[in-house]
């Protein structure tokens, strides 16, 4: 069974433009949620999606939006990027809602110039 | 505000012996916590979890520790193996349905 994808792996952006990140679920899973990892912050929970609606929000400005599809994949979009948004972005993906069934993706590394 | 703490950034452990992870949390809602490993260019995956109902909980070579008067977690590792070296993240979440709640991650090095 194929495991979390993300896309792209690697970005390079510049400041004040925005940024749209992919992330393909496992087989089944209808939960998504993103986190933010930067050095020092460890994760830090963004959103999380279920069947297409978002049931959580964490503490990051509206410049941070996601969605959901109905087949579960999700994007999450970054707009007027700052130099502070530099970050790896995961998403986990689970069947359900418990937290302990969640699958990480590998993570795309965003580079804000 | 950190709710979740892991105040050792690192640790380094001989091979065959014992590592323990520490972590401390503040919010008292929190009542189900996590153990995730996480090696470079791969996501975090899941070790261990433990509700506030036990105050222990092993799975092979990893114990998690619960004491809920001092809001305190521990892993440990027995023994402790070259392959275990990563970063491991304890999380924290209200209820197991609630968002989760990262430490900022201890990089376990375990040498020969």
């Known amino acids: 069974k194929a495991g979390v994808t993300q896309t792209p792996r690697y970005l390079i952006k510049t400041r004040g433009q925005q940024v749209t990140l992919s992330c393909s679920p496992i087989?089944?899973?209808?939960?998504v949620s993103w986190y933010q990892q930067t050095p020092g912050q460890g994760l830090q929970f963004l959103f999380e999606y279920f069947s297409e609606t978002q049931r959580n929000k964490g503490n990051f400005p509206g410049r941070f939006s996601g969605r959901q599809f109905s087949n579960s994949r999700s994007e999450m979009n970054v707009s007027t990027l700052e130099l502070g948004d530099s970050a790896l972005y995961l998403c986990a993906s689970s069947w359900g809602l418990e937290v302990n069934e969640q699958f990480f993706g590998p993570g795309t590394r965003l580079t804000v110039l | 505000d950190q709710q979740v703490k892991q105040n050792s950034p690192s640790l380094s452990v001989q091979e065959g012996r014992i590592s323990i992870l520490n972590c401390d949390y503040t919010?008292?809602?929190?009542?189900?916590f996590l153990w995730y490993k996480k090696y470079p260019a791969e996501g975090p995956t899941f070790l261990i979890s433990?509700?506030?109902?036990?105050d222990k909980n092993e799975d092979g070579r990893f114990t998690v520790f619960l004491n809920k008067s001092a809001k305190h977690l521990s892993l440990h590792i027995v023994p402790s193996q070259p392959g275990d070296s990563a970063v491991y993240f304890c999380a924290a979440s209200a209820g197991n349905t609630d968002k989760l709640i990262f430490g900022t991650g201890t990089r376990l090095q375990v040498f020969p």
């Open positions: 087989s089944g899973h209808r939960s």
């Open positions: 433990i509700s506030s109902i036990k």
């Open positions: 919010n008292s809602m929190f009542d189900y």
